[in-house]
Nanobody, 114 residues
């Protein structure tokens, strides 16, 4: 299984971006998917996650601004990011895991200018 993350870019503070994580196989309905980010000099942190049943969780720093969603038919998980702040600048990664596998996508860079 491979994950392909996309959608990063440069945006001004207050703007929006939508990240996509596409899987090479239909796995999202049976796995927990997370969006993580890593800023320069910082540890990778969980930003948002969605379980196989559709339950979601968010880091406190993004609650109310980011929304994670899943389209099983397209084998894609999205991260809608609104009201972006300079501190959201990071490389964003998606991860999918179940009891039988764990896989990371390559990162996509999000840069928020002030």
């Amino acid at each position: 299984v491979q994950l392909q993350a996309s959608g990063g870019g440069l945006v001004q503070a207050g703007g929006s971006l939508r990240l996509s994580c596409a899987a090479s196989k239909s796995i999202f309905s049976i796995s927990t998917v997370g969006w993580y980010r890593q800023a320069p000099g910082k540890q990778r942190e969980l930003v948002a996650g969605i379980g196989p049943g559709g339950s979601t969780n968010y880091a406190d720093s993004v609650k109310g601004r980011f929304t994670i969603s899943r389209d099983n038919a397209k084998n894609t998980v999205y991260l809608q990011m609104n009201s972006l702040k300079p501190e959201d600048t990071a490389v964003y990664y998606c991860n999918a895991q179940s009891i039988t596998f764990a896989v990371w996508g390559q990162g996509t860079l999000v840069t928020v200018s002030s």
